[in-house]
Nanobody
Framework: QVQLVESGGGLVQAGGSLRLSCAAS????????VGWFRQAPGKEREFVAT????????YYADSVKGRFTISRGNPENTAYLEMINLKAEDTAVYYC????????????????WGQGTQVTVST
């Protein structure tokens, strides 16, 4: 059974940085894509970033492009979301998710989700 555990969230001032981690267990190979999503209070869950299983393909939401970096693989079966220059509008619960095959921006394509980690950006 595949499980995902996120960590690294917290409270940070605007302009600050955080690194989120997503540890996957239960996979017998690394041929799965990883997505990061977030959900703010009263809003739908939205796409943040995704990375393919080769780690060469990465896509970002326009709202985080240039500030967030997705990576994976060190250690194996761990993915990261490096966030810099955080803004108040980045405040949300952040979720990592995985899916077999190629990357996707759509929540419904992902079949395994972590429990989420809260990121709060104060102004």
């Amino acid at each position: 059974q595949v499980q995902l555990v996120e960590s690294g969230g917290g409270l940070v001032q605007a302009g600050g940085s955080l690194r989120l981690s997503c540890a996957a267990s239960g996979y017998t190979s690394n041929k799965y894509a990883v997505g990061w999503f977030r959900q703010a209070p009263g809003k739908e869950r939205e796409f943040v970033a995704t990375i393919g299983w080769t780690a060469f393909t990465k896509y970002y939401a326009d709202s985080v492009k240039g500030r967030f970096t997705i990576s994976r693989g060190n250690p194996e079966n761990t993915a990261y979301l490096e966030m810099i220059n955080l803004k108040a509008e980045d405040t949300a619960v952040y979720y990592c998710a995985t899916k077999r095959g190629t990357w996707s921006r759509e929540t419904y394509d992902y079949d395994t989700w972590g429990q989420g980690t809260q990121v709060t950006v104060s102004t």
